[in-house]
């Protein structure tokens, strides 16, 4: 009887589902889908990409950078990490039967994820910290280099996600009486700006004169960051990133309370367009300078793992009304907005987990997954849940709207209204929203493979996005292709005559003049004679000898080096080599670590934070390392150099990185093995 009543239930899922695809999206974004709202999953380069070929979605996304904070120490002409994945993906697209991966790239050019001292430090530019000037310099290489992998199979080679957190927590922080920076806060934009140019070679007269003004403010800045999109990546879509916390001092809660009062929703969303106008993101009157979507994000962590901390306590899971104002805000914003494409970013990608649940993990259970994609197996009381979670009492001390809910079932059940609340999904409210991607997981939470720090959830997600359709293909279990460096032609040896028209990739070899020259990034109309330079000079055309008196021999592309600049303070950056070639099941040995911004709460709390630590020295005779202090699984290691401690072994850090186990890191991942301790 029971398996005719699932039946039942999967058969009515299936008609709902029919009907809501009938509609194609709105909203459409280049490069993106416009027939059906685009999935998207985190992509670390470690454990998780045999799994990721084997489940192909539409959008891969992890950070830029070292530590994907912005990297306000360092210079970074070529972003190696970005560099590595950007290997990996095209290795899986050789894989596949046509398909091919949106990489979408998070990049901080403002840390608003920690502090406001860390909002103000990155937009300070003195004589001793150029750190804006580092963060334009970074940011334009980044998009130089993203173009570069632009062809014929990839027009759009690359998305752009800017400065998570920035704009949630000025939006929220400045209240009235309270404002540690407030929206006109003073930037430097023109120091930072002809800075930067000079030191990439860049003509300094292409400069806006707003931006060379004196008393720039942060909308002034934010514009310049528009502005630099649109002139150095004209291919690369992109969006600022707002919080679904942000402009409430009760956080999450009013979600929560609009469930029960509708009417609190729409000044909401006004306030959100305001604001947004007000710091000048959107709205701007030229169209050149305003995003391609807005990204939405709720928290990236499943409510009730590990990880959550205070998930349940912090107004993070969200019923069924709550999910209900949740789309129809990001509605209304939206359309505020101009009917602004909308991404959700960093979508919790646990479910409601069942006795007997195919994810056997019994700690990664969240809502957004079940509401969106429906589940027949939920029942409308909720009353199979696991019991580690759904018998879970309630907190009765913050603002969630319980109507005598007591346990997390109670909160769960579906409503009167919405008798399937769980079993349906709601692909049609996204679409009304606006939504045309939906992008899942972070970098330590459930996502469409398991990652290095969270094991996989049995393929739960994958399978519920293949059975709605909304895969990219069925997927490969072949081994993952080592790309080897591309060979450049040697100078005057088969490199044709440079031609203004033509279009030439990354490792292009052309001659003039006698000179023979390599393309460093994607060119088209850049003339060698007077676009070439060295590496640091932002020139696309390196010289690599005279035509005339070069012998025929095979070369690697060059690589742009990184040159700091004589005031930068360098960081490590980790040497890219190709990915390893994977068995079907093998587990690839390159584990970097995506980078996830520390997630806000309604009440913000302070996460420890370690300092660097000196390498340790040999303790006089011993002949055996001192040990530093030891590993915490709860420490942010902001600072890349940072020495711990772990299992008799010294380690350093290369990134930013939390509860990343050293002893497990492997040879790419963040930590290095110093040796043996004592």
């Not at 806006?208 to 150095?232: C, D, G, H, Q």
């Not at 020259?517 to 640091?536: I, L």
């Not at 008196?549 to 950056?573: N, R």
């Not at 997630?599 to 934070?609: C, G």
Request: charged share 15%.
């Amino acid at each position: 009887m029971q398996t005719n009543h699932t039946a039942l239930r999967r058969a009515v899922l299936g008609a709902l589902l029919a009907a809501q695809f009938s509609t194609p999206i709105a909203a459409a974004v280049p490069g993106w889908s416009s027939s059906k709202i685009s999935m998207g999953g985190v992509i670390n380069g470690g454990s998780e990409l045999p799994l990721l070929q084997q489940r192909p979605v539409d959008a891969l996304f992890s950070y830029a950078g070292q530590g994907g904070d912005g990297d306000r120490e360092s210079i970074l002409t070529t972003d190696v990490k970005v560099e590595r994945l950007m290997h990996y993906i095209r290795a899986m697209e050789s894989n596949l039967a046509g398909q091919t991966f949106m990489p979408t790239i998070v990049f901080y050019t403002v840390d608003g994820s920690s502090s406001h001292y860390t909002i103000q430090l990155d937009l300070s530019n003195d004589s001793s910290k150029h750190y804006l000037r580092n963060h334009y310099i970074n940011l334009i290489s980044l998009l130089k280099q993203l173009e570069g992998y632009k062809d014929a199979k990839h027009p759009v080679p690359a998305t752009l996600l800017l400065n998570p957190d920035f704009l949630g927590e000025m939006h929220k922080s400045c209240q009235p009486g309270y404002c540690p920076t407030s929206f006109d806060y003073a930037v430097p934009v023109a120091s930072g700006l002809t800075e930067a140019f000079d030191y990439l070679g860049l003509n300094k007269a292409d400069i806006p004169a707003e931006f060379m003004a004196a008393n720039t403010t942060l909308p002034n800045y934010i514009r310049s960051l528009n502005w630099l999109v649109r002139k150095f990546g004209p291919n690369i879509p992109y969006g600022w990133h707002y919080n679904v916390w942000a402009g409430d001092q009760t956080g999450h809660g009013w979600l929560h309370q609009a469930s029960q009062n509708s009417a609190l929703i729409a000044p909401h969303a006004k306030a959100v367009k305001d604001f947004l106008y007000t710091m000048k993101a959107y709205g701007n009157p030229e169209a050149q300078l305003n995003p391609d979507f807005i990204a939405f994000d709720k928290w990236e962590r499943d409510v009730f793992s590990k990880m959550a901390l205070n998930g349940l306590q912090g107004g993070y899971l969200y019923n069924a009304p709550t999910y209900g104002v949740y789309t129809e805000y990001v509605k209304q914003v939206s359309q505020l907005l101009g009917n602004q494409p909308v991404m959700l970013w960093q979508v919790p990608g646990g479910h409601l987990q069942v006795n007997g649940d195919v994810d056997t993990r019994g700690d990664h259970a969240s809502s957004d997954a079940t509401y969106f994609l429906g589940d027949a197996n939920v029942d409308s009381a909720a009353s199979n849940l696991q019991a580690y979670y759904g018998n879970l009492a309630m907190p009765t001390n913050s603002s969630y709207v319980l109507n005598g809910a007591v346990t997390v079932k109670d909160f769960l059940k579906c409503p009167s209204s919405e008798s399937a609340c769980w079993q349906t999904g709601h692909l049609a409210q996204l679409k009304a929203a606006n939504v045309f991607s939906v992008i899942w997981g972070g970098g330590s939470t459930t996502s469409i493979a398991g990652t290095d720090n969270v094991a996989d959830d049995g393929g739960w997600l994958w399978n519920r996005l293949k059975a709605l359709g909304l895969n990219n293909g069925t997927g490969s279990s072949a081994p993952i292709p080592t790309l080897p460096p591309k060979a450049t032609n040697a100078p005057g040896a088969g490199c044709n005559a440079w031609e203004a028209t033509a279009v030439y990739q990354a490792g292009a070899c052309v001659t003039k003049g006698g000179q023979t020259y390599t393309a460093m990034w994607y060119s088209q109309g850049n003339d060698p004679a007077t676009e070439s330079g060295p590496d640091g000079s932002g020139k696309v055309w390196r010289i690599v000898a005279s035509a005339a008196t070069a012998t025929p021999s095979a070369q690697p592309t060059a690589t742009p080096s990184v040159t700091p600049a004589p005031t930068a303070v360098p960081t490590a950056v980790p040497t890219a080599t190709p990915a390893p070639t994977a068995a079907p099941t093998a587990t690839p040995t390159v584990k970097p670590s995506a980078t996830p911004s520390p997630d806000p709460t309604a009440t913000p709390t302070v996460k420890p934070t370690a300092s660097p630590s000196p390498a340790p020295t040999a303790t006089p005779g011993s002949g055996v390392t001192v040990c530093a202090p030891a590993w915490s699984a709860s420490t942010q290691y902001s600072v890349a150099g940072t020495v711990v401690s772990f299992g008799g072994h010294n380690y350093q850090s290369k990134w930013w990185t939390v509860n990343e186990n050293p002893s497990q890191s492997g040879t790419w991942g963040v930590w290095q093995d110093l040796g043996v301790c004592r």
